[in-house]
């Protein structure tokens, strides 16, 4: 498993306002979809391209085009769906598949109540969305889900991790191609484990309040 934080004082800068409690739903969303952009930059430094011959008005000339078959976008909802835009906006051509997990608040055990993806998913590259790593509880329910569809390398893209959670992820998914890509490693989880300083509970910042 490979970590890489974004180091772009844009990144930074977006990220501080995305953490402003005074920051409303609307700038939330525009911010979180910019965010997005900037590190699906960086997360899709190795996706698979080949060569295509094209005809430019002057002349021949070989190409870059992305190989089949089609990476997949995975949004974990319901925060991951904010990401969606900013990700496919990079990637027009990309397929979306969905996740729907909840942290269960109590016992912070990752429950999937929706799952909308191919049966098979053996040769593509998925780019899995969440913007929150706290336990790493949700990612590693996620990428186990991921694995059992044949998928064999996966790049998360989220916005804040804390140490913990990443510590987990890196001693499970050790020698795994999995990678995840970052804006920031925060201090830790609080008692209620969620990320200090971090930004709150995203799913409402973005949605609203559900309890
Ligand atoms: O690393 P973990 O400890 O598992 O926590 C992270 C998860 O918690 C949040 O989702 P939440 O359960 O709040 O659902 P929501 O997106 O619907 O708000 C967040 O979007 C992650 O999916
Ligand atoms: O800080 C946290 C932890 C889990 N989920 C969130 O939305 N925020
Ligand atoms: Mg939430």
């Known amino acids: 498993m490979r970590v890489l934080v974004a180091d772009h004082p844009l990144v930074a800068h977006k990220l501080t306002v995305l953490r402003d409690k005074n920051t ?3 700038i939330f969303r525009l911010l979180t979809e910019e965010l997005v952009t900037l590190l699906a930059y960086e997360a899709t430094r190795d996706v698979r391209v080949e060569p295509v011959n094209i005809e430019t008005p002057v002349t021949t000339t070989v190409g870059t085009g992305l190989r089949k078959p089609t990476p997949l976008v995975v949004p974990i909802l319901r925060a991951g769906l904010g ?12 397929e979306v598949g969905f996740l729907g997990m909840e942290r269960h608040e109590q016992t912070l055990e990752a429950i999937t109540y929706a799952e909308r993806l191919p049966d098979d998913l053996t040769g593509r590259q998925v780019y899995v969305l969440d913007p929150m790593l706290a336990t790493g509880g949700t990612l590693r329910e996620a ?3 991921l694995f059992a569809r044949g998928a064999a390398d996966i790049t998360c893209i989220c916005l804040l991790a804390a140490p913990e959670g990443l510590q987990k992820l890196r001693d499970e998914l050790e020698g795994k191609n999995v990678t995840i890509v970052l804006a920031s490693i925060d201090e830790k989880l609080d008692e209620n484990a969620y990320i200090v300083p971090g930004l709150g ?3 409402d910042r973005l949605y609203g309040v559900v309890h």
């Open 24 to 26: 409303t739903s609307p």
């Open 83 to 94: 990401m969606l835009e900013g990700m496919t906006r990079l990637l027009p051509t990309a």
């Open 143 to 145: 990428i186990k889900f």
């Open 201 to 203: 509970d995203a799913g």
